[in-house]
Nanobody, 126 residues
Framework: QLQLVESGGGLVQPGGSLRLSCAAS????????IGWFRQAPGKEREGVSC????????KYVDPVKGRFTISRDYAKNTVYLQMNSLKPEDTAVYYC???????????????????WGPGTQVTVSS
């Protein structure tokens, strides 16, 4: 059974950092593009970042550019989202998702991603 599980969320003060992990079980992530998405209360789910299956391409939405970094560790079958300089508006449930496309390209559009984790809460507050 294909499963993705996020971890690393929590409560952090503005300006702080968190590193989210997305671990896969039941399949290898080698041939999947991976995206990170978030959903704040009362808002639609939005794309945050993605990394292609080859790792050669990454994308970030404007609000997180320069602050978030996505990476993947093929040996650990895990994708990470390093989040620095966190702001209160980053507060949301963060999801990782897999897109079964072997490519050197990705777009953080939720409609492209078929496998989702249950999410992890990130709260940025003083």
């Amino acid at each position: 059974q294909l499963q993705l599980v996020e971890s690393g969320g929590g409560l952090v003060q503005p300006g702080g950092s968190l590193r989210l992990s997305c671990a896969a079980s039941g399949f290898t992530l080698d041939y999947y593009g991976i995206g990170w998405f978030r959903q704040a209360p009362g808002k639609e789910r939005e794309g945050v970042s993605c990394i292609s299956s080859t790792g050669g391409s990454t994308k970030y939405v404007d609000p997180v550019k320069g602050r978030f970094t996505i990476s993947r560790d093929y040996a650990k079958n895990t994708v990470y989202l390093q989040m620095n300089s966190l702001k209160p508006e980053d507060t949301a449930v963060y999801y990782c998702a897999a897109e079964p496309v072997s490519s050197d390209y990705c777009v953080p559009n939720p409609i492209n991603f078929g496998y989702w984790g249950p999410g992890t809460q990130v709260t940025v507050s003083s």
